[in-house]
């Protein structure tokens, strides 16, 4: 079976350059010019590797890495305008497998996907099921099931699209208009403190003590942030 890429960029002729070359390699592409479709088609086509933009006009792609290497170690190759030496180990920091300077042959570009692909080749992982505090919450992706102290809990589809974007970046503050958007898409017409009561809900079904929360804590003044210890 050939091996699917997804190309993550806002120029639409560059990822109709680097479809074709990497199409004519015989690899499966798929394409996003932002970052919140590159998540959803993630999730949804479980690619084999990824060529990523750092720069793009939604999430960067230094957030999109960081919230794929919560799940998966697939392999991605980062592409970058900035050519500075500081710039280009920060992307390996964060999780990329490699980089490209803009602009790049997209020769380069199929020569590196292949030899990444050949180095990394069976040893992708990805983290199906998230665990905190000892068991306490669970929270199994694929079948989309979230436990507490072993029982399920019912959680309507926002409550659970919020859950999971906490729980996959433990620590992090999200503003209410950054859980609108990443856990609720851009599209959701609403108002930001919609927010507030989707948190007061997920409190109420995974907290013990709702006045004392040791999950979803609120960060005064700016939004909220997840705790649980895995």
Do not use: W
Not at 42 to 66: A, N, Q, R, T
Not at 214 to 222: A, D, E, L
């Amino acid at each position: 079976m050939n091996e699917k890429i997804l190309v993550v960029d806002d120029e639409i002729k560059l990822l109709d350059v680097v479809k074709d070359y990497l199409k004519e390699e015989g690899y499966e592409v798929y394409t996003a010019d932002r970052g919140k479709k590159a998540l959803e088609l993630f999730h949804e086509m479980s690619p084999d590797f990824i060529v990523l933009d750092l720069m793009l006009p939604d999430l960067s792609g230094e957030e999109i890495c960081k919230q794929i290497r919560k799940e998966s170690n697939i392999p991605i190759l980062m592409l970058t305008a900035l050519s500075s030496e500081e710039d280009k180990v920060n992307g390996l920091y964060i999780g990329a497998d490699d980089y490209l300077t803009k602009p790049f042959s997209p020769k380069e570009l199929v020569g590196r996907v292949r030899a990444i692909l050949r180095r990394t080749k069976g040893n992708i992982m990805v983290v199906d099921i998230l665990s905190f505090n000892n068991d306490d919450l669970v929270i199994d992706i694929p079948k989309h099931v979230v436990k507490k102290k072993g029982k399920i809990i019912n959680l309507t589809p926002n409550e659970y699209k919020i859950l999971l974007t906490f729980a996959q970046s433990p620590q992090k503050t999200f503003s209410r208009s950054q859980l609108i958007n990443i856990a609720l898409g851009y599209d959701f017409e609403g108002y930001d403190r919609t927010i507030d009561t989707h948190i007061k809900n997920l409190r109420q079904k995974i907290e013990e003590d709702m006045k004392a929360p040791k999950y979803i804590i609120t960060v005064y003044g700016v939004g909220y942030k997840f705790e649980g210890e895995s």
